[in-house]
């Protein structure tokens, strides 16, 4: 089984501050999503990243995959309370519509 | 397009009975794939049904089964409700059908409490 490590669990910041929230692995993934779920709510998918040091933005946030394809890390730039949510990772496995999901990170951004 | 819709949303059954989820993935999506969300154990992945066929089975006892029909759509049902058993239900659709999982859209999810 690939297991996917994110950290931190729990992360509480005001808003105006930057955080990083990282997602680690000793497998190799074909590929990585990153996830924002609200209490109640599925998942939103924010990002695929797929090739091995891809850099990807979408608008405060910044996504990297590592270059070895086993890990990746998600920064938001001056945070705002609506990033408030749990950020999953998932990776892709070798495995019929199967996607391997870290236990998320749960971000608070407060005024 | 319409995004992955789940019915009901939320549901509550008493030990031992049956229930039935459904869900309608995006159109042109053929790939459905179901997870059951825990506070303690994440999400973990229930089964994956492609063109009416289930091509993987999460590690899940055998009262929880699903289908799928002609049209994409699919429905999962979990038998002999157990306490144990409330949890969000996710079902997630992708447009591929590749062995390996392709990047997954997920439906609002179904809240099933078990009293």
């Known amino acids: 089984t690939q297991l996917l490590e994110q950290s931190p669990q729990f992360l509480s910041i005001q808003e105006g501050e930057n955080l990083t929230v990282y997602c680690n692995s000793s497998s190799v993934f074909s590929s990585l999503q990153w996830y924002r779920q609200e209490p109640g709510e599925g998942p939103v998918l924010l990002v695929t990243?797929?090739?091995?040091?891809e850099v990807k933005k979408l608008k405060r946030l910044t996504f990297q995959f590592g270059d070895a394809r086993k890990d990746s890390s998600l920064h938001i730039t001056a945070a705002q309370p609506g990033d408030t949510g749990l950020y999953l990772c998932?990776?892709?496995?070798?495995?019929?519509?199967?996607?391997?999901f870290g236990a998320g990170t749960q971000v608070v951004v407060t005024p | 397009k319409a995004g992955v819709t789940q019915t009901p949303r939320y549901l509550i059954k008493t030990r031992g009975q049956q229930v039935t989820l459904s869900c309608s993935p995006i159109s042109g999506h053929r790939s459905v794939s179901w997870y059951q969300q825990t506070p303690g154990q994440g999400l973990q992945f229930l089964f994956e049904y492609f063109s009416e066929t289930q091509r993987n089975k999460g590690n899940f006892p055998g009262r929880f089964s699903g289908r799928q029909f002609s049209n994409s759509r699919s429905e999962m049902n979990v038998s002999t409700l157990e306490l144990g058993d409330s949890a969000l239900y996710l079902c997630?659709?992708?447009?591929?059908?590749?062995?390996?999982?392709?990047?997954?859209?997920f439906g609002p999810g179904t809240r099933l409490t078990v009293l």
């Open positions: 997630a659709s992708t447009p591929s059908g590749g062995r390996r999982a392709d990047t997954q859209y």
């Open positions: 998932a990776g892709s496995a070798d495995s019929w519509g199967k996607l391997q």
């Open positions: 990243v797929v090739t091995g040091g």
